[in-house]
């Protein structure tokens, strides 16, 4: 897979603190509530543990409390608090949303990059996305090979009453389109080689 020399940081490297995550463990919904989030690198196999409490009373916070390591090995200890901004929802209730601490807005998730030290926003951490970092020629064939791969997990059953089911037919269709565009770009690339060569 080939990149843009000036690729960006992507919000998949990076550690991500979802709203949705502590309402579905129940952290929304008491007044004081802790716990703790564990990520993992698929580069290297480093875990990255983070503690939280979170109160919803009067001025409601999530507290994040980590330790950072830097490359010459010293280690900073991390305390502070994210304030909690709510919506009203239209049934009643309200909805919770993280102010991010840098620019104060209202985000879903807050992104822990790589090479920086706190959680912000995907827009104060300059962050982009993995299939944006992909050159035209080869981000093609990357999404399309992205939906081949999802759809071939989800195939429960490959055929029906001797027919391929809907979701294999998709993949058929996508296979094609894949072995269409290959002829264009294939002489693409002979082009740029042969440019290259000259130089």
């Given at each position: ?12 490297e ?5 709203i ?9 919904s008491s ?37 950072v390591?830097?490359?010459?090995g ?12 709510t919506t009203p ?13 840098s ?8 992104y ?7 959680f912000r ?7 982009s ?16 090979d ?5 759809l071939?997990s989800?195939?429960?059953r490959?055929?029906w ?26 002489a ?12």
């Amino acid at each position: 897979m080939r990149y843009y020399y000036n690729r960006k940081a992507t919000a998949d490297e990076s550690c991500r603190l979802r709203i949705s995550e502590l309402r579905k463990d129940g952290m929304l919904s008491s007044g004081y509530s802790s716990g703790t989030r564990i990520w993992s690198s698929n580069r290297t196999d480093k875990k990255t543990i983070i503690g939280l409490a979170v109160d919803i009373t009067d001025d409601p916070y999530v507290r994040l409390i980590y330790s950072v390591t830097d490359r010459k090995g010293k280690r900073t200890d991390y305390d502070y608090q994210v304030s909690l901004v709510t919506t009203p929802c239209n049934f009643g209730g309200v909805r919770y949303w993280f102010g991010c601490p840098s620019c104060g807005r209202r985000v879903a998730v807050l992104y822990l990059a790589p090479g920086d030290v706190h959680f912000r926003c995907r827009n104060c951490n300059n962050l982009s996305y993995h299939s944006r970092n992909e050159s035209n020629i080869y981000g093609i064939f990357g999404v399309l090979d992205r939906k081949i791969k999802k759809l071939r997990s989800e195939i429960k059953r490959w055929t029906w009453r001797g027919r391929p089911t809907r979701k294999v037919r998709r993949i058929q269709a996508l296979q094609r389109k894949m072995g269409i565009l290959s002829g264009p770009i294939r002489a693409q690339m002979e082009k740029m080689e042969a440019r290259l060569s000259k130089r």
